[in-house]
């Protein structure tokens, strides 16, 4: 956390008017990390309610197991515990998704606080030998975002 404080004072020290371009993405930022946490945990919330299930299956199978050979049901028992980690994988699909979705948010405002800072960087300093500097530190700085 400290490194992207670090990161959005340096740019905003180096280029001063990619400022304006922090506020939207702050926003955007706060609304993705809002509408995931929510989802998010109601995801988690299915996915070890679907999980309950398989612990409490396993549990029984192994107390009843020369029961269940004595009958020959394995069989029974294997399509039923396969049946509930297929329910189970069916829960989790979503919150791998949900997980790809931030991500894909993140380096989307990564790469525009990144193209802000290069394009602040060449308007400002475009053509003076002596802005090259504080461009390219604008620009680095920028893309550890």
Known sequence: FSILIGSIITVA???PYVIGFFIPVVFIYY???KLYRSSSRELQRLDSISKSPIYSAFSETLSG?????????SDNCIEDSSNKIDKNIQVALPALAANRWLAIQLEFLGSVISSAAASMAIAQYGGKQEGAGMAGLSITSALEI
């Not at 197991?65 to 049901?73: K, S, Y």
């Open 13 to 15: 020290y180096a280029t």
């Open 31 to 33: 609304r993705a990390q």
């Open 65 to 73: 197991l020369q029961t269940i050979r004595a009958f020959r049901r």
